[in-house]
């Protein structure tokens, strides 16, 4: 148990991977292009009176 106790309270430093900016950037664009689909859907509807 002692000898993991420096990994613990920060005695070794791990890499942190970094972020796949293409692929964020590709779901942003899917979820702004289904909320937009939706937002049309439901006003046409009549389910959605105005854009808050």
């Not at 890499?15 to 289904?34: C, F, N, R, W, Y």
């Amino acid at each position: 148990m002692q000898q993991h106790a420096a990994d613990v309270f920060g005695g070794t430093k791990q890499k942190v991977a970094e972020p796949d900016i293409k692929a964020m950037h590709a779901k942003i664009g899917q979820l702004s292009l289904e909320n937009d689909f939706l937002e049309s859907a439901l006003t046409k509807a009549g389910l959605l009176s105005a854009r808050r």
